[in-house]
């Protein structure tokens, strides 16, 4: 949606002025404290006892940020572990000045010092003991989520994994079953259910204030055409795959590699454009979306999906930069996906659907990511997850629309809040009062994730406190790869309910009627 820097202002006035009508309470509190986040907004407390003991098993890109963001006072890391040399001397020196910026820096260089270091999880697991180790954040290639984190329960250990929750749908299952049998904890990285941002906008919804949703629009879209800037290509550039080549081509040569999981030492390095070791831009993008679109949808299953992906630029000969032409990724780099979603009075009228489109392109970043959430009273727009915006849908007369700033009144009928448009130029006291409490630098949702579930491992909660666990994520992770299968197979595939069910042995990828 293209608008201007001013209707941009606008309409985060206007979201923050609706949030200050539905949460003015809260947000009184937050803003005399302080706060706004964290164990105030999402009602966990402080620990009872000493900072969870945690080893962080994969050391790449995201492992590095969830680093950054780990709360040390509810999370103690006592070890790391990672193959590759050049991984772990980032996760200690840093590599960026805010989103990654190492041990050394986030806990001081004596106490980074004290972390132990190990060259794979199996020997981490070994030392567990020696450790005192109590729980695992798992941040591997996707392949490896379900395996590692069932060796990790199987020795007694509650298990916080990166998304997407597993590579098929029956190993998100065995995990499930894992860990309730030992009672332990399981819960997925899909940082959107620790939003602040984020639940205050799906509260919104709840409350009607958008009226009908028939539409939600959600795109993740970057340009990596450009030569040498392939984001997901890093084995022949870049300073830290020459550090790691001779390292990992001895264990390569060694069998460790295949060992862990890995036919190869690239495979290891590139393993996102892969489907053995990665699920595409609809499991590591997309699955976020989706996430956020079925939270604004009342947390509902899909009722089916359809979509095209294809390598439309990597692995084509004349299209794009020469050395994209020989590319050997199984990945498509364009994908374009429908869900169909069940409306809220669907069960009396099987026409009440919502539609979902989401689409991720890989040479075009005009609107990078976010979703848009249409409604037949307004919008909402959440951009790149900092910024949301709401606008009132315009009326015959002129009312509403990007230029309108809105007021949120009670209805008269009791229902509910509804909109109303007025012009000013100022921002409401609403507005003033739900940006102060949040502040301007919005909390992506990690370290809210980390806190509670060390609060949860640690007071002695069960699973179902935790807002992504391991249930809820199998419900994205089969999105997503079913999403998969749809554009594999040409299919519009109608999901199953026996595939949400955790107890039951359905999956996607073992159903005739879909693969066949």
């Not at 030392?127 to 392949?143: F, N, Q, T, W, Y």
Request: proline share 3%; charged share 25%; aromatic share 8%.
């Amino acid at each position: 949606m293209d608008i201007t820097p001013e209707q941009n202002e606008i309409g985060k006035d206007n979201f923050n002025e609706a949030v200050g009508f539905s949460r003015r309470a809260l947000l009184k509190t937050a803003a005399a404290g302080g706060a706004g986040l964290g164990a105030l907004y999402f009602n966990y407390e402080k620990l009872n006892g000493a900072p969870v003991r945690t080893a962080f098993i994969g050391c790449g890109d995201e492992a590095n940020v969830l680093i950054t963001e780990h709360p040390s006072d509810y999370m103690q890391i006592v070890a790391i572990a990672d193959p590759r040399p050049a991984n772990i001397e980032r996760t200690f020196k840093g590599s960026h000045p805010e989103v990654r910026i190492g041990l050394n820096k986030k806990l001081g260089q004596a106490k980074a010092a004290e972390i132990k270091v190990y060259p794979d999880h199996e020997a981490l697991l070994k030392d567990k003991d020696a450790l005192g180790l109590e729980m695992v954040v798992i941040a591997v290639p996707l392949s490896q989520h379900a395996p590692i984190a069932l060796a990790c329960m199987e020795a007694g250990l509650h298990v916080l994994t990166e998304k997407l929750m597993a590579h098929n749908v029956t190993e998100c299952k065995q995990m499930i079953r894992t860990a309730e049998k030992k009672g332990l904890l399981l819960a997925v990285g899909h940082q959107r259910h620790y939003s602040v941002l984020y639940d205050n906008a799906n509260s919104l919804i709840r409350q009607g204030l958008l009226g009908d949703i028939k539409f939600i629009r959600a795109q993740w879209h970057r340009n990596n055409s450009f030569p040498g800037s392939d984001s997901w290509k890093k084995w022949d550039r870049g300073t830290e795959a020459k550090k790691d080549r001779e390292h990992l081509l001895k264990l390569e040569k060694e069998g460790r590699l295949k060992a862990l999981g890995y036919e190869s030492a690239r495979q290891l390095v590139d393993w996102r454009l892969y489907n053995k070791t990665g699920g595409g831009l609809m499991a590591e993008l997309g699955s976020h979306q989706m996430d956020a679109a079925s939270i604004f949808l009342g947390k509902v299953h899909p009722l089916a999906v359809q979509g095209y992906g294809q390598k439309n630029f990597y692995g084509v000969k004349g299209v794009g930069p020469k050395e994209n032409w020989d590319d050997d990724r199984d990945i498509a780099d364009h994908i374009y996906v429908t869900f169909e979603f069940p409306g809220p009075q669907h069960k009396q009228d099987q026409n009440d659907i919502a539609i979902v489109t989401y689409s991720s392109i890989n040479t075009n970043r005009l609107e990078f990511y976010g979703e848009t959430v249409f409604g037949s009273r307004g919008t909402l727009i959440m951009k790149e997850e900092k910024e949301a915006m709401l606008y009132k849908e315009q009326s015959p007369g002129g009312g509403g629309g990007l230029e309108q700033r809105l007021w949120v009144l009670d209805s008269s009928s009791g229902g509910g809040p509804v909109l109303d448009s007025y012009n000013t130029s100022a921002p409401s006291a609403g507005a003033a009062m739900a940006k102060g409490a949040v502040g301007d630098k919005v909390s992506r949702g990690y370290r809210e994730e980390m806190e509670h579930f060390c609060y949860c491992v640690r007071n002695g909660k069960g699973w179902q406190e935790l807002r992504c666990n391991g249930r809820v994520a199998m419900a994205d992770a089969i999105m997503a790869l079913t999403a998969n299968l749809a554009m594999k197979t040409r299919k519009r595939i109608e999901f199953r309910e026996e595939w949400f069910d955790a107890d039951h042995d359905a999956a996607p990828e073992t159903d005739a009627q879909v693969t066949g």
